[in-house]
C-alpha cells in the first residue's frame, strides 16, 4: 500500500510490503514542514514497473520522493535488545529498493532483537554531482529524531546505527564520516542531539571510490578516530566496489576504528539478504555475530 504525504506522523495500519502482511507500525513525517534543500518539484511518490523476470517475489522500487518518512519496526517483547538499526534502501540515489533492502532487512533485525526504523529518504538525484547530499540532510535528521524518540520506543539512544545498500551503503558512510556538518538549520529539540551513529553496516556500499584516481577513497569519505565502528559484506565481482570496501577497511585501521569487511568470492551487486547459492547469502549471520562481539546483542 502506497503512504500518502498528508497521513505520515500518525499511527495506522499499513501493509508491510516486505512480507504482505498487515502490521501496525508507526510513521513519523522526517521533516514537519517542507524539507530543506529543495532546488526543484518532485512528485507524487510512484512505484516503478514491477520487472518480470523477479517473480514471484519482485522488488519494489519506489522513486518521486519528495516527503521523507520513518517506519518504525520494533523488535517483539521480550526479546527486544534496545539495540536499533536505521535502515536506507538503495538503488543509485534514484530510486529505493524498498522491500528488497528495506522491509525484508527491517523484518530481519526484528527476528534477532534488534529494532529496526525503515528510512524513506528523497530520490531521485537533485545534484548530479552531489547526488548525496539532500539524502545526508534525511539520514542526519532521521537519527536525531530516532534518538529523541528513545523513551517512547523503548530503545537505547545510545546504540543506534544505520545500515544501508548500495547507494544506501554509501549514505550510511556518510553520515558516519560528516556527522560535524552542519546540511541543515535545526528546526526543533530534536535537532540538538548528536547525528553520529554509534555504528555502520553498509553492504556492497557504492560510490566510495575516487572517479580520477582508483587506489584512494572518494576524498569526502573522510575517516577519523571518531568514524563509528563498521561491518561491510562485499564481493570480490561486484566491480570497484571491493576495491572501496578494502580502501575503507584501511582507513579504518590507521585510525584504529574497528571495521570488519567479508570479502565473498562470487555474488556480484544487489542481492540483499534473499537466499542464494553463494557465500555472500551468509552476511547477515556474519553481522549478527559482530553486532555480538560489540555488546549491541546479548
Not at 514542514?33 to 518539484?41: D, F, K, L, V, W
Not at 556492497?204 to 582508483?214: G, Q, R
Not at 579504518?252 to 576504528?257: A, L
Request: aromatic fraction near 8%; charged fraction near 20%; hydrophobic fraction near 35%.
Amino acid at each position: 500500500m502506497k503512504l500518502l504525504a498528508s497521513l505520515v506522523g500518525c499511527v495506522f495500519v499499513i501493509c508491510n510490503i516486505g512480507s504482505g502482511t498487515a502490521a501496525e507500525l508507526e510513521t513519523v513525517r522526517l521533516w514537519p514542514q517542507e524539507a530543506p534543500g529543495e532546488t526543484s518539484s518532485v512528485g507524487p511518490e510512484r512505484q516503478l514497473p514491477t520487472r518480470p523476470q523477479e517473480e514471484p517475489n519482485p522488488i519494489i522500487r519506489l522513486t518521486d520522493i519528495a516527503t521523507p518518512i520513518l517506519t518504525f519496526y520494533p523488535a517483539p517483547e521480550p526479546a527486544s535488545t534496545g539495540t536499533t538499526v536505521i535502515v536506507c534502501p538503495g538503488g543509485g540515489y534514484n530510486i529505493l529498493a524498498y522491500n528488497h533492502e528495506g522491509t525484508e532487512i527491517c523484518e530481519w533485525l526484528n527476528s534477532i532483537g534488534v529494532s529496526a526504523v525503515l528510512l524513506k529518504y528523497r530520490v531521485p538525484r537533485r545534484n548530479p554531482d552531489a547526488p548525496h547530499a539532500i539524502p545526508l540532510k534525511d539520514a542526519q535528521r532521521a537519527v536525531r529524531l530516532v534518538r529523541s524518540k528513545a523513551k517512547d520506543w523503548k530503545i537505547n539512544p545510545d546504540r543506534i546505527g544505520m545500515l544501508g545498500f548500495s547507494a544506501g551503503g554509501h549514505l550510511a558512510v556518510m553520515a558516519g564520516t560528516h556527522f560535524r556538518d552542519t546540511t541543515y538549520e535545526p528546526i526543533d529539540e530534536a535537532d540538538k542531539l548528536s547525528c553520529r551513529p554509534d555504528f555502520l553496516i553498509p553492504i556492497y556500499p557504492a560510490y566510495l571510490v575516487d572517479t580520477k584516481n582508483k587506489t584512494q577513497l572518494d576524498p569526502q569519505v573522510t575517516v577519523d578516530s571518531e568514524t563509528p565502528p563498521t561491518f561491510v559484506a562485499i564481493s570480490y565481482d561486484d566491480a570497484d566496489r571491493a576495491i572501496g570496501a578494502a580502501l575503507l577497511l584501511i582507513l579504518m585501521k590507521q585510525n584504529n576504528v574497528p571495521c570488519e569487511l567479508h570479502v565473498y568470492h562470487k555474488g556480484g551487486h544487489g542481492y540483499g539478504m534473499r537466499p542464494s547459492k553463494n557465500p555472500v547469502a551468509q552476511w547477515p549471520q556474519r553481522c549478527q555475530d559482530w553486532m555480538v562481539s560489540l555488546g549491541l546483542l546479548p
